[in-house]
């Protein structure tokens, strides 16, 4: 088996954890009890490219169990826990034997290792492609997508100097791959379909779609009402704290923070942090956001007017540039700088690297201090998280087993879906049946001692729902 990780004598370790997760995820569980037998995935090939933690590793071993073949990356440079990467590798072997699923991940890759793993999903080493992609930020899905499309029109992308270090890196990797004779053609042509898992993940679909670009067919998993509403919302309320804690232990009661965006990670982070005994500030664009938050209690206002104020700066919008460069300069000395968004250009890290007049001071992996002057006494600097990226999974270990099981049950029965019924999904970008995300809220009731009302049959009638469900329309935005 060919595979790239950190070390695999983590693996012990890494297993003692996944059966741990296992016991929290009961989702996937149910899934493997469900699926098990009829293995609906056997002749699937999926390539991974999502955060390689323990939840994740119980979601690889799921699909395997349900009779897929997998590769799998991580989709950020340092979200990856090492030991869940090596378990997955060594599975029911030795490290010396290694018997399980291909992983590409480690904790701290640079950028060009990080496409390259990407590459490295999609194809097998005995010659066969991939033939469905499970995605988290659409990473894997545009390297494909722009690999193709460079191949179609014969005009490899071009970038400007002043475009992101990143672009450059996947222009240089289609480039290479061309050159190599890579037949991407027929990577595009062999993939069956993408299940998303995540806001902007889905937002690259959706763009792609209406522009009469998309290659393949996708879920929508984000938007599963048991993913966006849990993951999203309760997931960050707890995984933003632990990364904030784990990254500087300071002390969050009493001090200010500013909650960018009011979205449902932006919900989540933001009752997270008014339960620590912060004042919360909320930015938003979007006018129902902004007055739920204010109706929630929180301070709206902008960035700039809240700016001398605040210690603690989380982004949470999806967008870009929500902090510049200039921004960062006149925040309080040592106010912390963290983004939970997916992409790290929510916060301009490129600008503040090139700030003449900042130094970058390593306090340990994935927490740095950016003095102002030149200076390294630190009476001007910021603490700026995972380096602009995810900082819930960069200086914690994100969300934790219970949540993710609820999105990546989503995940499995996407997977199915697509995989198993071809014909129903026409190139386009789907969400799963209503019925499908009751079903996922299910699984995890008894787990929790939820006891759930039984509807009579003249209640049903008069709701004008079956006594089983779907209990809401599409429309209901729970
Ligand atoms: P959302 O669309 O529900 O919320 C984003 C909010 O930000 C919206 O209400 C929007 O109006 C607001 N916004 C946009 N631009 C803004 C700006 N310039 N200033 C202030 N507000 C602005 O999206 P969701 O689901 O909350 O996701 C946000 C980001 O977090 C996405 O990138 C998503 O992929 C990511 N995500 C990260 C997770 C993690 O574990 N770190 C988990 C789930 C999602």
């Not at 069956?192 to 929508?220: C, K, S, W």
């Not at 982070?269 to 739920?292: F, K, M, N, S, Y």
């Not at 960062?328 to 968004?341: F, H, L, S, Y």
């Not at 380096?387 to 960069?394: A, D, K, S, T």
Request: charged residues 25%.
């Amino acid at each position: 088996m060919d595979y790239r990780v950190a070390d695999l004598t983590l693996a012990d370790f890494g297993r003692l954890e996944i059966k741990l997760a296992e016991h929290e995820m009961p989702g996937l569980m149910a899934m493997r009890e469900q699926f098990g037998e009829s293995k609906p995935l056997t002749g699937a090939r999926i390539a991974g490219s999502i955060h390689m933690t323990t939840q994740t590793a119980v979601l690889i071993e799921t699909l395997v169990a349900l009779g897929a073949e997998v590769r799998w990356a991580s989709c950020n440079i340092f979200s990856t826990q090492d030991q869940a990467a090596a378990a997955v590798v060594v599975g029911d072997g030795t490290p010396e034997a290694p018997a399980g699923s291909p992983v590409f991940a480690w904790k701290g890759e640079t950028l060009e290792e990080y496409w390259e793993q990407t590459l490295e999903i999609l194809r097998w080493p005995d010659g066969k492609l991939a033939n469905m992609i499970l995605d988290d930020g659409g990473d894997a899905t545009l390297l494909v997508h722009r690999a193709v499309e460079a191949v179609k029109t014969g005009q490899v992308p071009q970038a400007e100097d002043d475009d992101p270090e990143e672009l450059h890196v996947i222009i240089a990797l289609i480039k290479r791959t061309l050159e190599e004779d890579v037949d991407w053609l027929a990577i595009g042509n062999a993939i069956q379909g993408v299940t998303e898992e995540t806001t902007t993940g889905v937002h690259r679909l959706y763009e792609m779609f209406r522009g009469d670009q998309l290659l393949f067919p996708a879920i929508n998993v984000n938007d599963s009402v048991t993913k966006s509403k849990f993951d999203n919302k309760y997931g960050t309320r707890h995984s933003l704290i632990d990364g904030l804690n784990r990254a500087t232990d300071v002390l969050i009661g009493g001090k200010t923070v500013l909650v960018c965006g009011y979205g449902d990670v932006g919900k989540g982070c933001a009752e997270a942090l008014r339960g620590q005994g912060a004042r919360v500030i909320v930015t938003e664009v979007d006018p129902i956001c902004a007055l739920q938050a204010a109706m929630d209690g929180f301070q709206v206002t902008t960035l700039e007017e809240a700016l001398p104020l605040v210690d603690i700066f989380v982004t949470a919008t999806g967008c870009l540039g929500v902090i510049t460069a200039d921004q960062m300069g006149r925040m309080k000395n040592q106010a912390i700088v963290a983004n939970i968004g997916h992409f790290d250009n929510e916060i301009d890290m490129a600008g503040l690297a090139k700030r003449p007049d900042a130094t970058r001071v390593r306090i340990k992996p994935q927490v740095d201090q950016w003095v102002f002057d030149g200076g390294t006494d630190g009476e001007r600097s910021v603490i700026v998280l995972s380096e602009g990226r995810l900082m819930n999974l960069g200086n914690a270990t994100g969300h934790p087993s219970f949540v993710m099981s609820n999105s990546f049950t989503n995940q499995v029965l996407a997977q199915i879906e697509l995989y198993t019924k071809p014909q129903e999904y026409p190139v386009g970008v789907y969400t799963l049946p209503k019925h499908l995300d009751e079903a996922v809220a299910r699984l995890h009731l008894d787990a929790l001692g939820v006891k759930l009302t039984e509807l009579t049959d003249k209640q049903a009638d008069y709701l004008g729902v079956p006594t089983t469900g779907p209990f809401k329309s599409d429309q209901y935005r729970y």
